[in-house]
């Protein structure tokens, strides 16, 4: 492989596997999966703010697997009274993604 070309292909690796393009994939994913029918990123809506859901969970290692389990199965009493509804239509791959995604809202 040419030198020129090997070097493009990694700065183009790079440029797609840079945080600016989880932080879109994951905004994608929360519409798709209609997570911003209750969710929003900065203001609570139905359910809490993502920032405040990564305030609450900055620094805990199990945080990614415990929200994707809620992501799927549903949720209570942690923002409040209103209940988050499962989910069936997110793959564990997505709600993995979506929980690690909504962890970095700052």
């Given at each position: 492989?040419?030198?020129?070309?090997?070097?493009?292909?990694?700065?183009?690796?790079?440029a797609?596997?840079?945080?600016?393009?989880?932080?879109?994939?994951?905004?994608?994913?929360?519409?798709?999966?209609?997570?911003?029918?209750?969710?929003?990123?900065?203001?609570?809506?139905?359910g809490p703010?993502?920032?405040?859901?990564?305030?609450?969970?900055?620094?805990?290692?199990?945080?990614?697997?415990?929200?994707?389990?809620?992501?799927?199965?549903?949720?209570?009493?942690?923002?409040?009274?209103?209940p988050?509804?499962?989910?069936?239509?997110?793959?564990e791959?997505?709600?993995?993604q979506?929980?690690?995604?909504?962890?970095?809202?700052?």
């Amino acid at each position: 492989m040419k030198p020129t070309l090997a070097l493009l292909l990694t700065a183009s690796f790079a440029a797609l596997s840079s945080p600016a393009s989880a932080q879109d994939a994951g905004a994608q994913l929360a519409a798709k999966k209609n997570c911003l029918a209750c969710h929003q990123v900065d203001k609570k809506l139905v359910g809490p703010s993502y920032k405040s859901v990564a305030a609450k969970y900055a620094g805990d290692k199990g945080a990614v697997d415990l929200l994707a389990t809620k992501i799927m199965k549903g949720g209570s009493g942690v923002f409040g009274p209103v209940p988050m509804p499962a989910n069936p239509q997110v793959s564990e791959a997505e709600a993995k993604q979506l929980a690690a995604w909504v962890l970095t809202q700052k």
